[in-house]
């Protein structure tokens, strides 16, 4: 059992950043590939970054070049910078931790508001 917990959302002027934090428990932490979701209103969940546990990183088309995803093993917590905020980056956003190996563990987060409105 892995519990996750996101924090560091809030309102943000188009342009501006935040740093969400996702902190988990429960498991060893550097056993588990780390994603970042975000989910708007009225929209499906969308994956938005990736990253394994050595460290490689993937991200969707919209956020290249704004967000950079990147763990911290030892304090067994993931981040995301996200930097040049458009409003479009609008969402609820969501930590998901699955398993290197047992690919069907995986777990969610409780989520995390991002608003990004002048």
């Known amino acids: 059992q892995v519990q996750l917990v996101e924090s560091g959302g809030g309102l943000v002027q188009p342009g501006g950043s935040l740093r969400l934090s996702c902190a988990a428990s429960?498991?060893?932490?550097?056993?588990?590939?780390m994603y970042w979701y975000r989910q708007a209103p009225g929209k499906q969940r969308e994956l938005v970054a990736s990253?394994?546990?050595?460290?490689?990183?993937n991200y969707a088309y919209s956020v290249k070049g704004r967000f950079t995803i990147s763990r911290d093993n030892a304090k067994n917590t993931v981040y995301l910078q996200m930097n040049s905020l458009k409003p479009e980056d609008t969402a609820v956003y969501y930590c998901?931790?699955?398993?290197?190996?047992?690919?069907?563990?995986?777990?969610w987060g409780q989520g995390t508001q991002v608003t990004v409105s002048s």
């Open positions: 990253i394994t546990s050595s460290g490689s990183t």
């Open positions: 998901n931790a699955r398993h290197i190996i047992v690919l069907s563990q995986g777990y």
């Open positions: 429960g498991s060893i932490f550097s056993n588990y590939a």
